[in-house]
Every structure is written in structure tokens, then in C-alpha cells.
T-cell receptor, first 111, second 115 residues
Framework: SQQGEEDPQALSIQEGENATMNCSYK?????LQWYRQNSGRGLVHLIL?????REKHSGRLRVTLDTSKKSSSLLITASRAADTASYFC???????????FGTGTRLQVFP | GAVVSQHPSWVICKSGTSVKIECRSL??????MFWYRQFPKQSLMLMAT?????????EQGVEKDKFLINHASLTLSTLTVTSAHPEDSSFYIC???????????FGEGSRLTVL
């Protein structure tokens, strides 16, 4: 099952630009997480935001959460070529312990 | 951080054979493990939830007789793809969590190619 949809599906930018990815989900959640996946590799956990939080920062990452709209955004500032990867939002639906992934955004950062 | 190891990282097999993939939590006790499947350029789809000492809970549409999951200890869960066919070729990823609703830790994935 898929809980979230991400937008855009693919994003190409130049180094130094900011990258914004959006995630919408369907049901009430305990928390929302963002992951990164390099091609053909495992997942790297980036950040977790709880349902009672609205914004969180970690280095060049900024995540927002709007539970009324069931949406979240991930902003990567001052992008680098090494940020090239697929980014997934994932939610833990309320009253479950499952982590359900969104459709993902493929980010390409050109040097 | 905690480490989850998957083995093998890649496997090629003939159609009709069975393949076992192991998922180990190396430095913590994983009461719950999850198995995901990912087709090329697609997202991760949850296949099943595995709790130590009990039967796995499969997501809708996942054949439990096809994908056998065993979580025999607090550090090991296995996924066996039985009578594999080319359409089973995929990237299989496990994740593990210790007690409660703690952070999930992911393995590096296992790429299965069925000829």
C-alpha cells in the first residue's frame, strides 16, 4: 500500500540552488519521515517530524508539516552534486507501527 | 548508529528455485522487522511485518506462501522467495526496530534477479 504522493516526480537543478519536494498523505499520522536513497542502494534516514511539530531543521534540510492539509515539504538549501538521489517521504499512520513510503522524487543536481 | 545487515546483497537464480534473504540487526534487538520490495525507479512497497516469535503479517496482495518470512530470533529475520519467477526480480529491503516506536534502521537491500 502507498500512503503518500510526492511532487515533483523528478527535479533537476544546478548546484547552489534550493530544491523543494512536497509530500501529501492520506490518513492521520504519528510522524512523518524523509529518507534519501542513492541509486540501487539502501535508505538513509534524514529527518523525522512528529505530528505536533510544524517545522524542523537539520543542517541544510528544512522540513515542514501541515497536518490540516496532510502535507509536508523538504527543502534542501544550497544543493550540491552529491545531493543527487531519490528522496522519499514516509509516514507512520496513526495507531499503526508501519512505515509507509510515498512515491518519491528523483533529484538531479548538476555541477 | 544501529546497523542492519542484509545478505546476500545480490543474487541471481534460475526460475523455479527458492532464494533466502537474511536480515540481521547487528547491535540491537529487533522486536519488529519489516520487509519491503522496490521495483526499478519506483517506491518501496511494504510486503510484511515480522514480529519475533510470531507469524508475519502480510500486506494486502502479497502471497504469504510465495514470500515466507521467519523471525526466529531478536536479531534475525529471513525472507524466502519460493519457486521464484522472473517477475519476482526486484530489490528487497528489510528494516528493523527495537522495542516501542523507535527509529527504523534499514538494510542495504538485496537485489534478486530471476532468469
Amino acid at each position: 500500500s502507498q500512503q503518500g504522493e510526492e511532487d515533483p516526480q523528478a527535479l533537476s537543478i544546478q548546484e547552489g540552488e534550493n530544491a523543494t519536494m512536497n509530500c501529501s498523505y492520506k490518513t492521520s499520522i504519528n510522524n512523518l519521515q524523509w529518507y534519501r536513497q542513492n541509486s540501487g542502494r539502501g535508505l538513509v534516514h534524514l529527518i523525522l517530524i512528529r505530528s505536533n511539530e510544524r517545522e524542523k531543521h537539520s543542517g541544510r534540510l528544512r522540513v515542514t508539516l501541515d497536518t490540516s492539509k496532510k502535507s509536508s515539504s523538504l527543502l534542501i538549501t544550497a544543493s550540491r552534486a552529491a545531493d543527487t538521489a531519490s528522496y522519499f517521504c514516509a509516514t507512520v499512520p496513526y495507531n499503526t507501527d508501519k512505515l509507509i513510503f510515498g512515491t518519491g522524487t528523483r533529484l538531479q543536481v548538476f555541477p | 548508529g544501529a546497523v542492519v545487515s542484509q545478505h546476500p546483497s545480490w543474487v541471481i537464480c534460475k526460475s523455479g528455485t527458492s532464494v533466502k534473504i537474511e536480515c540481521r540487526s547487528l547491535d540491537f534487538q529487533a522486536t519488529t522487522m519489516f520487509w519491503y520490495r522496490q521495483f526499478p525507479k519506483q517506491s518501496l512497497m511494504l510486503m510484511a511485518t515480522s514480529n519475533e516469535g510470531s507469524k508475519a503479517t502480510y500486506e494486502q496482495g502479497v502471497e504469504k506462501d510465495k514470500f515466507l518470512i521467519n523471525h526466529a530470533s531478536l536479531t534475525l529475520s529471513t525472507l524466502t522467495v519460493t519457486s521464484a519467477h522472473p517477475e519476482d526480480s526486484s530489490f528487497y529491503i528489510c528494516s528493523a526496530r527495537s522495542r516501542g516506536f523507535g527509529e527504523l534502521f534499514f538494510g542495504e537491500g538485496s537485489r534478486l534477479t530471476v532468469l
